[in-house]
């Protein structure tokens, strides 16, 4: 590879054109027949210039015009004759016999088409004479180094990467982006080439045969074009259009697969007449509708442009279709521009705008078209709005509208709800008139589901939900759902302790992309629950963290939100997060009614809002969830977490009577599932470890369990519970050691300390040096707070762990944290009194 320069542009050429411009130089007296080609753009000029210097150098006159005659040819000069395809036949033959002569070094320049015959007869005899180079588009490592040689652009490989897929590698083309960039130069790379780039393509548009630009325009729209549409479009038979092609490759405008580089497909756009690109987008958008092709490709590249408004409303509604699925944010947008083009999309776009999230407009129109539109479309806008007051938590609202609406979809949504707020009613389903598609085919399921949920049996309810998820799996993007089959049925298995089976149906759920944008995030915060309650704290906060980037939550999902960040921060200890989220949790559960699907948060929050000792705000809320549960029955499935969420609420406000109702309710539920089975008998055992008596065996088998139900800090927790309170130094060796396996640590990262129970008692000041201590501050950090000096928190930090017994930090901090998980468990705290007999 070489680099040198002609005029203010570097010459970048590969091995060939090199060797021979080194070989002029080196023996500028030996014969040359050659022949350049290549289509306008790649360098034919510039190499003709450049062998005009090499042999200017050695002494040698060049000529660039045909003699008159074969005998009027200079034979001491070397002829280098450009554009040869632009010549008559006459001077053709000519250059074609001075070849033949061999008397005279000549170098002819020529583009692959057109090709008459007397350029052929001339291209083959300098073929058999001499040789030919093709010039080719730049690779990318020529347009690397062609932009090493630019001042203030430089090597920066994704400045390349820019560059030589805006070109193709065309090397004029590269030049003019080149330019472009070094007047407009950025910090970054920018999305689209400077406009001074397309404006010089501007000549070469404007000479090309109107029939050339027509092909161009429609290539330019990136839609496949078999040859049956480009016939009716350039009105030619495949010949003619192999032509055009081929005369449109040879300008440089078209790539070696057919297609026009982005730089040329902007230009074309941009710069062909109004009018012409009008008729053909019309004419391909008729041609590609008649023949149930997508036109989505078509619309996007106008959009892209800039000039989609010229685009006809039929074919806006088409491309907003489909997109609808994948993109519904962009199926809104084309919705409403065949709407303003006079289209009646309104319902189409409030179901775009809902499946994109955008709650806000999908109210907006569907509340409008409520009372003026078509009966059809009132039933389209009367489901609109309920699937998005059903997601705002107005749910009463929501089922009044699916009633309304009519169908059986709507039906089996409304029972859904109904069930949730349990008010269940016995409303008839009406009569099909509808197919049984696979989205209506769900929606039964899930009412089924629920209901079996309530008054039926864990597996069931968990296999007809994941049933109906599975349904809606092939295609469900662009169903508009109040709730996902595959959230129910991630919240009914994580009800009954069934985690892997809830991972499994969410991360389907986000892979086939169930309820488009709308239900995404309310995936990935059960998917983020279900890591926070197996203790993979760090995981679940990422997992909550990419739930909630740049969106606005809706009720539901910010109160889950709230129940994660809170839970999050209370098994890590921080109380500090503790607080800063305690008010936006309470203003979550304000604006969300309790429902049927929101008691795992809301039990959550109870336990947060004893820690900090403020759970008397949330009694309403607490108060009308028990209150749903009574008028299902208490259906076990569903009571159980919130019971086990207040009975550790009650160990937190050191409240042994309600602590003690818990327990009786949960045990009243243990024979309806494993799980339930699971949390009453540990339920029991951690109310025997407050009141004092602590069984290792009894209380090691209640911790695995719930670690084998997916409570997995929860099991750490109590087996480190039972730790502190026991004065068997083995019993308490042993419960550590099964605290520290059950949270995924193994005894060989971490040593056990060994001391009695009363020496885990900390001192109020301890516990506050304790928490920020856990929470990662520094001995300095801690000191400002608490207003004492680093040396005073080092020495309570060491006090601490010579008490405790902690070999190293790591020890200390673990223990600290199973202490300070319990904080009614003070220097002052006594063994929970034993329960009265009945």
Not at 1 to 18: C, G, I, N, R
């Amino acid at each position: 590879m070489m680099t040198s320069a002609v005029a203010d542009s570097p010459l970048v050429l590969d091995a060939e054109p090199t060797d021979l411009l080194d070989a002029i130089t080196a023996d500028p007296a030996a014969p040359l027949a050659l022949g350049v080609t290549g289509p306008d753009g790649h360098g034919r000029t510039t190499y003709l210039q450049e062998l005009a210097g090499r042999y200017a150098r050695a002494g040698v006159t060049t000529r660039t015009e045909v003699p008159a005659t074969d005998d009027a040819c200079d034979p001491d000069a070397v002829l280098l004759i450009d554009d040869a395809h632009l010549l008559d036949d006459d001077r053709l033959r000519t250059l074609r016999r001075l070849v033949a002569d061999r008397r005279h070094r000549i170098a002819v320049s020529y583009r692959p088409w057109p090709r008459p015959a007397a350029l052929v007869e001339l291209t083959d005899t300098l073929r058999r004479e001499g040789r030919q180079l093709l010039l080719t588009p730049f690779t990318r490592a020529r347009t690397a180094a062609y932009l090493a040689a630019v001042p203030r652009l430089g090597r920066r490989p994704e400045l390349v990467d820019f560059v030589h897929t805006q070109t193709g590698g065309v090397p004029r083309h590269v030049g003019w982006l080149v330019d472009g960039l070094r007047e407009h130069e950025t910090a970054g790379v920018p999305t689209e080439p400077p406009r001074q780039a397309l404006l010089h393509l501007g000549p070469d548009l404007e000479h090309l045969a109107s029939d050339v630009r027509r092909l161009l325009i429609a290539l330019a729209a990136g839609v496949p074009l078999p040859t049956e549409a480009l016939r009716p479009l350039l009105n030619r038979e495949p010949a003619g259009i192999d032509d055009l092609v081929a005369e449109a490759r040879a300008a440089g405008l078209l790539s070696a697969d057919g297609r026009p580089t982005p730089l040329v497909g902007r230009a074309v756009t941009a710069l062909s007449p109004a009018a012409d690109r009008t008729a053909v987008w019309h004419l391909l958008s008729e041609l590609a509708l008649s023949r149930g092709a997508p036109v989505l490709p078509l619309v996007r590249s106008l959009l892209a442009a800039g000039v989609a408004g010229d685009c006809p409303a039929a074919t806006l509604e088409a491309a907003a279709e489909e997109a609808l699925g994948g993109e519904p944010a962009l199926a809104a947008e084309l919705f409403a521009a065949a709407g303003a083009a006079g289209r009646p999309t309104g319902g189409r776009q409030a179901v775009a705008a809902a499946l994109a999230g955008d709650l806000d407009l999908a109210l907006r129109l569907a509340d409008r078209l409520l009372t003026t539109a078509t009966p059809a479309g009132r039933a389209e806008a009367a489901l609109v709005a309920a699937t998005a007051l059903a997601h705002r938590g107005q749910t009463d609202r929501s089922v009044e509208l699916y009633r309304w609406s009519g169908g059986a979809s709507a039906h089996a949504f409304a029972v859904v709800g109904a069930l949730a707020t349990g008010r269940p009613s016995d409303h008839p389903e009406p009569t099909q008139d509808s197919p049984p598609t696979l989205p209506a085919g769900a929606a039964r399921l899930m009412a089924a589901g629920v209901r079996e949920s309530v008054h039926g049996t864990p597996s069931a309810a968990l296999s007809t939900l994941v049933q109906a998820a599975a349904l809606l799996e092939p295609d469900g993007r662009a169903v508009l759902l109040p709730d996902s089959p595959a959230a129910l049925a991630a919240l009914t298995a994580v009800h009954c302790g069934e985690l892997d089976i809830a991972e499994r149906v969410l991360d389907r759920a986000l892979a086939s992309g169930i309820g488009g944008p709308l239900l995404t995030g309310r995936h990935r915060l059960l998917r983020a629950w279900i890591l926070m309650a197996r203790g993979r704290i760090a995981a679940a906060g990422e997992q909550l963290a990419q739930a909630t980037a740049g969106v606005g939550l809706e009720s539901r999902d910010l109160l889950f939100a709230a129940g994660l960040t809170m839970g999050i921060a209370r098994r890590a200890s921080d109380l500090g997060a503790l607080q800063r989220g305690w008010v936006p949790a309470l203003e979550a559960v304000v604006r969300h009614p309790v429902d049927l699907f929101t008691l795992l948060p809301l039990g959550e929050l109870a336990i947060a809002g004893a820690r900090l000792g403020d759970l008397d705000r949330l009694q309403p809320y607490l108060r009308a969830a028990h209150e749903l549960l009574g008028r299902l029955a208490d259906p076990p499935l569903w009571r159980t977490p919130l019971h086990w969420s207040g009975l550790h609420a009650a160990i937190l406000t050191d409240d042994p009577a309600a602590a003690d109702q818990h327990v009786s309710a949960l045990v009243a539920a243990a024979g309806h599932s494993r799980y339930a089975a699971v949390v009453a008998a540990a339920a029991e055992c951690w109310l025997e470890v407050l009141r004092g008596t602590v069984d290792a065996v009894r209380v090691e088998a209640a911790a695995r369990g719930l670690h084998d139900t997916g409570l997995c800090w929860d099991g750490a927790r109590l087996a480190g519970q039972a730790a502190i309170r026991t004065a068997d130094r083995r019993a308490m060796t042993a419960l550590l050691d099964c605290a520290r396996a059950l949270q995924g640590r193994s005894a060989a990262e971490d040593r056990k300390p060994a001391a009695g129970a009363v020496s885990h008692r900390l001192s109020d000041r301890e516990r506050e040096v304790a928490e920020l201590v856990v929470a990662g501050l520094t001995y300095r950090e801690i000191g400002d707070r608490l207003f004492i000096s680093a040396k005073t928190v080092e020495h309570h930090v060491a006090r601490m762990r010579s008490r405790l017994n902690c070999a190293n930090r790591t020890d200390l901090l673990a223990l600290l944290r199973t202490i300070l998980a319990d904080p009614s468990y003070t220097t002052n705290g006594q063994p929970w009194p034993r329960r009265a007999a009945n």
